[in-house]
């Protein structure tokens, strides 16, 4: 009995000594946030594309800015969702355009650390080209962010603009720059940096063209380096540039195939990068944005907020042999209230259980044409080369050719292959076009926008503004 | 039975009488209280031996004595008495604890002192005041009850956790509430909410596993004395619970029974109907369009309802639908919703062991559809001498809760309480059989689904068991030293079920999706202290304590998600097809702290209380650090020049200060972290965390009170106040976007703030006589708080309040509404009138923000209670009040819809105020702009942040009214063998007023909110109740 309870005594107290002696908690002080191998270094810049595949960004809000404030689709209001956006008239607090401008600054933090980064001091033994095509990679994703950047927020296009361009941070946790107190750069400079790092990633793609990765098309290649420089040089309508590699944008016209129109519904519905395809996001139903995907915001029962305009069919003109017209792409469908109401059917098309399971589509071969076009058609007015590839397209879709090129054809085409995928907005404004009010009756409608107006850029958003006293507002908000 | 009992009696009295036969003098006699009511179970000790006896049912007791013995006779809830074993009888009068400053106090790490002998600030909460309103946890049951602790409901779902504060809001960035110590071991105190998809079900409360019926008193602490002891876990003040222990003699039972009845404390927002509905619709075409809506086919107002009908399909659909009414705030609402709670419990000891058994059944349906809740609990707690001076305690409560909840607060379309205030009451909520709809009724209610369908058909629950073992073993080494040691184990499960059935609703689309989530709470604590209890001569009486306790917690959340489900039949996740979803979490954090406590007085007349406490935590990068407190105290009343003083029982001076913590953030965060995502089937890295090296916050505490007891304790009360200075505030410091992190935040240790308070409490018995008595009591609190010191980079401007240098924290910052345009029914804003621009505009982008000087947090609090008993009937009521306080109606949205959003009126509803208040026509004094489809400055008014939505807070609340009576005296009642037999109806928050009288809301539950913003959650209830308490 004694002995018991003497057992039990000692227990207890040996159990309050045991832990006094032990456990000091210590847990080890790692950064994580540093490359140490070839494999950190694949995962830091999948961690950008990730990002970027996230609906805040190109996962959807992207999309949605170059097409809600244009004249293709509008916001009805269903869930409130884009409302201010499609009437252009948006606030600082703007939710979706603080978290658009929030993703896409995030998308450039891993590129950065990985630029910062001393990669021939990686540790194990690993294929030295890999190291370098991730490096090129992550050049042109940190420019593709900081593009985005700009054509949302910068001044680039507006009559009371002075000229501001957007922060184009050059690395991550900056000792050097005091982030509260760091001014935007011109527009000027932002460009003298993007072509800068455009230029390094296609030299460090070039040099690394043995790599595993040189032909991913769901992560960056040097097709998609150039593809995306010709998207820069036309918003910028930098048409020398896009001919100073005009060798470059042949051959890769001529390895890419324009997507036929008896393939063109299906292109959109496989899961994978088709031919056509330089670069895609990739989303599957694992990763997908689900409610918040793109798709759902164009027909999904629970938002279906963006409906095209009534007479979208007729003001864009499409031939009603278009395959791009047709049933499967674009359709009145019965969705609630609004019997007969268009909407985008066949781009991301996945609903249901597999709802935002599409790649996004970054990079077709179809947009390195029209590029190509314009750049001949204003850069060296060489109309007949021009009309050539802009006619690769509607021979390609079911249309009828043109008989000549033109700025307002080609835009035309542009708007015709482009529907929906985020581009008409963008197109607009670098051409000086006013915005049109296609159907003044339908609700949140931005009306008639004219070259210039301080709606074209977003405004500075507010948790920026408010944490960063370098930062200046754009006009009017 | 009652033969039985006597028998029992007779049996148990003989074995007394031969154990301790042929010994010295027997002496007997009868123990009362002051109502000359018998107090059985009594416990009669011989001082400085084990020899012992109980009362009987009588109140009777009879022990062998020495001369010269000293009898104490202790029984909880009464003050200890000491009497010389003198002749033969002698019949004690066993006083009131209650009525006197003389109880014994639980403090910090158990330690018991009687209020003259501490110079704490403990508050104790009776088991009765506990068990008087039958929440579904005793945290609610402590609203009013202390002072200068905020106790508000956040939710009115049963199981819903309030918040809780004392002495006011002490960080903006780590935690708020209160350590829960449990018998002496810290518990566990996670949210429940952990892993049921990020708070938009149903919370639940973890202290909602214990029940209030096994509680026997609970201390709150609040000063710098009390608290010191606990450190860094102490900043935001310490709930001790003390349970039930057993208490000697034969077998006591106690049987409770309540049933209630549950509605809405307030009526809360009404919402259009149907006929309204469209007059509104109507006359927002009209004014937006005029004749110009119908292409000229139109000339007037009464012919636009012809051609609304060809452009709105719900209009046509309501027509086609032979025009029905569906009032979605009676659909959703629970009338009367049932609560039952049933309680039995049994102790019985003899001069070794005693033990408290109990279990308790709980089964509350919620006031919203589908809500139900159900509470199962166990405990025995047993404590026996081993030897003389070896006692164990063992103690094990067990209990299992499952809550039916819902979608709670968020705008998601199955909420409820959403729904009641969104939903046309255009679109039937059933179909021509009589069944709920669900086939088009999305086609009819503007893509909303139908909530009461969705309630029904979809699962939110939470499943908790929650068991909690303490052993403790007390060693008395020799009269002056004890040692003890205790190993306290808390664990918990929760599983959570989401389920959204496929039929209708957000399970439609994926068809189905199922998401379940197991959560394990483990924690252990192991304590093992010495108190040695010594005098220094006649009058120096100390105290001293060393202590050292080390915990450990530990948590994993387990979820799995899936879609695709192949009926409706089928919800677990084994029948999910596809979009397959699981992830883990693991923490853990551990705790260590040695401590000492010197607790000194100069014959009872000075006092000293000193504390130290070197503490580390597993939570930081620099893991240790050291708090303090020093206290002293007079006691004035055993002072020469006021000893004769008769009317004066206890007055006593106290003064305490000292340095507690706050280490209440997440864990893990001083490593800069790296999410891992997926991309392209592969392993992504996000940085998720900048990493820091911020540590605890530090609270320097000053407090100062005087408490009194006067005219033979009728009348009682004290008044204190107290300053808290806290510094190196934690902040996660807003980063620009720039900074290039998703999350642009990085948490940093900047910035002071300051709380001052006065704190009055004030109790006197008006009228005392054997017959009746009349008691009334109140207390009051003050608060007030500044921040006083932060760096213009960490502050923090919110879209409506802000945290800045010299002002409150949380302060509203907003526009100023200036009221409605009584020339053309525009909103109207002031534009600047802190830089003395007087204007007003109806273009919301030209207006400047306001500072308002005001915040969520009340500036004062109170509470009155009075309670009468004439000879067997009692009555007695709580009122309580705060104010001075500012609430913001977040919820706008869903009540003033304008129609001017295309579909928003035509497809939803907005409330009968704004119908009936809305402008007019030129000179109308309106509060609400006119109804317009077009005009953007009217459109966005809904949702453009201004003080026309911040409203007073103050109000005012009979927390609780009684009538009882006593049934001991009726014979028939007395020869069951019953001791007492008390019969009582309660109602709980019966009455409410709000000052503002354009507040629709319950402003109880946006005080719970953190942002103090109203919510869209299940109002608080209010509730009659009749409970049935016998002892036998």
Redesign the interface.
């Known amino acids: 009995m004694k002995s018991t309870m003497i057992k039990y005594f000692g227990i207890l107290i040996g159990f309050g000594f045991l832990f006094s002696c032990t456990t000091d908690p210590k847990i080890e002080d790692a950064d994580p946030a540093e490359i140490h191998t070839i494999d950190n270094l694949r995962q830091f810049q999948d961690g950008a594309y990730q990002i970027m595949s996230r609906y805040q960004y190109w996962g959807r809000n992207q999309i949605v800015a170059g097409e809600v404030r244009a004249d293709n689709v509008y916001a009805n209001g269903r869930t409130q969702r884009f409302v201010s956006w499609s009437k252009m008239d948006i606030n600082p607090t703007n939710g979706d355009t603080g978290s658009l401008f929030n993703y896409i600054n995030a998308t450039a933090a891993n590129p950065n650390i990985i630029i910062n980064t001393d990669l021939s001091a990686l540790e194990g033994s690993y294929e030295k080209e890999d190291a370098t095509h991730i490096l090129g990679e992550a050049y042109i994703i940190r420019a593709l962010a900081n593009f985005d950047l700009l054509r949302n927020f910068g001044q680039q296009y507006l009559s009371n603009g002075e000229g501001l361009g957007v922060l184009y941070v050059t690395k991550f946790k900056d000792e050097d720059l005091d982030i509260n107190n760091a001014p935007r750069g011109s527009v000027e400079e932002n460009k003298a940096q993007l072509y800068s790092d455009i230029e390094d990633g296609i030299q460090h793609l070039k040099s690394s063209q043995d790599s595993q990765y040189a032909t991913d098309k769901e992560r960056i290649t040097l097709d998609a380096a150039y593809a995306f420089l010709s998207r820069v040089a036309i918003y910028f309508k930098d048409y020398d540039k896009i001919l100073s590699i005009s060798n470059e944008v042949e051959s890769l016209i001529n390895k890419y195939p324009v997507t036929p129109s008896t393939d063109y519904v299906e292109y959109w519905k496989i899961q994978s990068p088709g031919p056509a395809s330089i670069f895609e996001i990739h989303l599957d139903n694992t990763v997908s944005n689900e409610d918040n995907s793109i798709n759902n915001i164009y027909r999904g029962q629970s938002y279906a907020d963006l409906q095209a305009y009534d007479n979208l069919l007729q003001d864009v003109g499409f031939d009603t042999s278009d395959i791009r017209a047709s049933k499967a792409m674009i359709d009145t469908i019965n969705m609630f209230e609004e019997p007969g109401r268009w909407r985008n059917m066949g781009k991301y098309p996945s609903m249901l259980s597999d709802i935002g399971s599409d790649n996004i589509k970054m990079f077709r071969v179809e947009e390195v044409i029209l590029n190509y076009a314009e750049a001949l058609l204003e850069g060296e007015n060489n109309t007949s080369k021009a009309t050539t590839y802009l006619n690769m397209i509607p021979s390609n879709r079911n249309a009828s050719l043109y008989s000549q090129a033109t700025l307002d054809n080609i835009l035309k085409e542009r708007r015709k292959e482009f529907l929906f995928e985020g581009f008409r907005f963008y197109d607009l404004v670098r051409t000086g076009k006013t915005i049109r009010d296609i159907d003044s009756s339908t609700p949140n409608n931005h009306g008639v926008v004219s070259p210039g107006d301080d709606r074209l850029a977003m405004p500075y958003p507010q948790q920026e503004f408010d944490a960063n006293r370098g930062t200046k507002q754009n006009p009017g908000y | 039975m009652e033969k039985r009992i006597h028998l029992c009696i007779l049996l148990f009295a003989l074995l007394f009488t031969f154990q301790f036969f042929g010994q010295t003098q027997k002496i007997s006699g009868i123990v009362t209280d002051e109502n000359n009511v018998p107090l059985p179970g009594v416990n009669v000790q011989i001082k400085n031996t084990s020899k012992g006896t109980f009362t009987d049912f009588n109140g009777e007791y009879s022990i062998e004595v020495s001369s010269g013995d000293i009898l104490i006779f202790t029984s909880i809830g009464f003050q200890a008495q000491e009497v010389p074993a003198d002749g033969s009888t002698s019949n004690i009068v066993l006083r009131d604890d209650a009525s006197s400053l003389d109880e014994v106090i639980v403090t910090a790490f158990g330690r018991k002192l009687t209020r003259n002998e501490s110079t704490a600030s403990v508050s104790t909460v009776s088991s009765e005041d506990l068990t008087k309103e039958h929440f579904t946890d005793f945290t609610q049951s402590l609203q009013g009850r202390v002072t200068g602790m905020t106790v508000n409901a956040t939710s009115g779902t049963p199981g819903a956790p309030p918040t809780i504060n004392i002495r006011g809001i002490n960080s903006v960035t780590a935690s708020n509430a209160p350590l829960f110590v449990i018998d002496g071991v810290p518990v566990n105190d996670s949210n429940l909410s952990e892993g049921n998809q990020s708070g938009t079900n149903s919370s639940m409360n973890i202290m909602s596993l214990i029940n209030t019926n096994d509680i026997e008193s609970i201390s709150v602490l609040k000063d710098a004395s009390a608290v010191a002891p606990y450190g860094a876990d102490g900043a935001n003040g310490v709930i001790l619970i003390t349970t039930k222990s057993g208490v000697g003699g034969d077998a006591r039972y106690n049987f409770n029974y309540t049933i209630g009845f549950r509605n809405d404390a307030i009526k809360g927002p009404k919402m259009a109907n149907s006929l309204q509905k469209l007059e509104a619709l109507e006359e927002a075409t009209w004014n937006s369009f005029g004749p110009d809506y119908g292409n000229g086919e139109i000339t007037s107002r009464d012919q636009i309802y012809n051609k609304l009908k060809q452009q ?3 209009l046509q ?1 309501w027509e086609d639908r032979g025009r029905p009414y569906t009032n979605w705030l009676d659909e959703v609402r629970i009338k009367n919703a049932v609560m039952h709670d049933l309680n039995f419990s049994v102790t019985q000891g003899n001069e070794k062991s005693n033990f408290y058994a109990s279990v308790g059944y709980n089964h509350t349906d919620g006031t919203v559809v589908s809500a139900s809740y159900k509470k199962l609990t166990g405990s025995l707690k047993f404590n026996t001498n ?2 003389d001076n ?1 006692n ?1 305690d063992i103690s094990v409560n067990v209990a299992n809760v499952r809550q039916n909840g819902l979608l709670e607060n968020s705008g998601w ?1 199955s909420n409820p309480n959403y729904g009641k205030y969104m939903l046309s009451p255009w679109a039937n909520i059933r179909d021509d059989e009589g069944n709920l709809r669900y086939i088009d009724f ?2 009819i209610a ?2 909303r689904h139908n909530v009461v369908f969705t309630a029904l058909q979809n699962e939110h629950f939470s499943d908790v068991t929650r068991g909690i073992q303490n ?1 403790k ?1 007390e ?1 008395n080494i020799n009269d002056n030293l004890t040692f003890r ?1 205790i ?1 306290g184990l808390d664990f918990t499960l929760r599983r959570f079920k989401n389920h959204n059935g496929p039929v209708h609703g ?1 399970g ?4 189905g999706l199922t998401g379940e989530s197991n959560l394990t709470l483990f924690n252990y604590s ?3 202290s010495l108190d040695y209890k010594f005098k220094l001569g006649e009058k120096h009486n100390f105290l001293a304590t060393g202590l ?1 306790e ?1 915990t ?1 917690y530990k948590n994993l959340n387990l979820y799995g998600e899936g ?2 489900f192949p009926n409706e039949n089928i919800t677990n996740l084994s029948g999910a097809t ?4 699981a992830e883990s979490t693991y923490s853990d ?2 705790k ?1 702290r040695w401590v000492g406590l010197l607790n000194y007085n100069y014959d009872k007349k000075y006092l000293v209380d000193l504390t130290y406490s070197y503490q ?3 939570r930081f ?1 620099e ?1 240790w650090d050291s708090f303090y407190s020093a206290g002293l105290g007079w006691n004035l009343q055993e002072e020469n020049f006021l000893k004769n003083v008769e009317s004066i029982n206890t007055l006593r001076l106290r003064l305490g200060y000292g340095i507690t913590g706050n280490a209440g953030i997440g864990r ?1 965060l ?5 999410t ?12 998720s965390g ?2 820091t090296n911020a540590k605890w916050e530090k609270s320097q505490r000053l407090d100062i009170a005087a408490s009194f007891e006067l005219f033979d304790y009728r009348l009682t009360g004290s008044i204190g106040a107290y300053i808290n200075l806290t510094s190196d505030m934690l902040f996660n410091v ?9 999350n ?1 935040r990085v948490l940093q240790n900047l910035g002071e703030m300051r709380n001052t308070g006065i704190e009055l409490e004030l109790a006197g018995d008006l009228i005392r006589t054997p017959d009746f008595n009349w008691n009334l009591s109140a207390n009051f609190s003050t608060f007030s708080n500044k921040v006083t010191s932060l760096p213009s ?1 960490a502050e923090i ?1 919110e ?1 409506t309040r802000t945290v800045q240098e010299g002002r409150k924290i949380w302060e509203w910052y907003m526009p100023e509404w200036a009221g409605v345009d009584p020339d053309n029914g525009l909103p109207l804003w002031y534009v600047d009138r802190a830089n003395g621009d007087n204007s007003t505009t109806s273009d919301y ?1 030209k207006v400047k923000r306001q500072h308002l000087g005001k915040n969520l947090f009340p500036t004062y609090q109170g509470s009155i209670s009075t309670r009468i008993d004439y000879k067997k009937l009692f009555v007695e009521g709580t009122l309580n009040f705060s104010g001075g306080n500012r609430l913001y109606e977040n919820t706008t ?1 869903v009540l003033y819809a304008r129609g001017t ?4 009126i035509n ?1 939803f509803n907005t409330s009968e105020d704004v119908i009936k208040n809305s402008w007019r026509e030129p000179g109308d004094i309106a509060k609400y702009p006119r109804f317009d ?1 077009n005009d ?1 400055r009217v459109a ?1 008014a809904v949702s453009q942040r201004s003080t026309k939505y911040l409203h007073d807070g103050t109000y005012a609340r009979l927390r609780d009214i009684a009538i009882g009576y006593n049934l001991n005296e009726i014979s028939f009642i007395k020869n069951l063998g019953i001791r007492d037999f008390n019969l009582a109806v309660r109602g709980t928050n019966l009455w409410t007023w709000i000052k503002d009288k354009d507040l629709d809301w319950d402003p109880e539950s946006a005080m719970a909110d953190p942002d103090g913003f109203t919510t869209l959650k299940t109002p608080p209830v209010k509730s009659i109740s009749i409970n049935l308490n016998i002892n036998f």
């Open positions: 709105s399909e719900f659909g081993l030897s070896l164990l379309f999305r086609k503007g893509g052993s073993l060693y040691s190993l957000d439609e689309d994926p068809h192991t304590q093992n050292y080390y450990k879609t695709n596809s979009s397959f979803f954090q551990m260590m580390g935590d597993s990068s893991k893990n001083y490593q800069a972290l790296m891992y995502n997926i991309y392209n089937n592969g392993p992504a890295g996000v940085v900048y990493g807003p980063l620009p976007y720039s900074a290039e992190l998703l642009s980079n401007i879209t982008s949205m959003d295309a579909g928003r497809s489809w953007n966005n």
